[in-house]
């Protein structure tokens, strides 16, 4: 069965941000998009799953990393997807 995903948490400190998505069945898997392109594991984007927990950090997020964020879940059943938009602002000195 394909249960709707949703974001729980979308977190910005400092320079890194955090997703934070729950799924509610069992997945074989998910991908990660930004912008359309697939995310690939590396020192600036960690990606983990845990369970239903699934979570993409950017250790440090830049104004040409922002933009519309998508994870995408799928099983037997089907796939499901959701997305959220990153905004990076500069800090105030």
Same mark, same amino acid.
């Given at each position: 069965m394909v249960?709707?995903?949703g974001w729980s948490d979308v977190k910005m400190v400092n320079? #890194?941000?955090t997703f934070t998505d729950f799924t509610?069945?069992?997945?074989l898997g998910v991908t990660w998009l930004a912008? $359309? %392109?697939?995310? #690939? %594991?590396s020192k600036y984007f960690d990606? #983990?799953?845990? $369970?239903? #927990?699934?979570?993409l950090t950017i250790a440090e997020a830049f104004p040409e990393d922002e933009g519309e964020y998508m994870i995408t879940a799928k099983n037997s059943? $089907?796939?499901?997807?959701?997305?959220?938009?990153?905004?990076?602002?500069?800090?105030i000195q």
């Open positions: 249960n709707p995903v320079h #890194k941000a509610y069945f069992d997945f912008n $359309g %392109q697939m995310i #690939k %594991q990606m #983990k799953s845990s $369970g239903d #927990k699934h979570t059943a $089907g796939e499901v997807s959701c997305t959220a938009t990153l905004h990076v602002r500069n800090s």
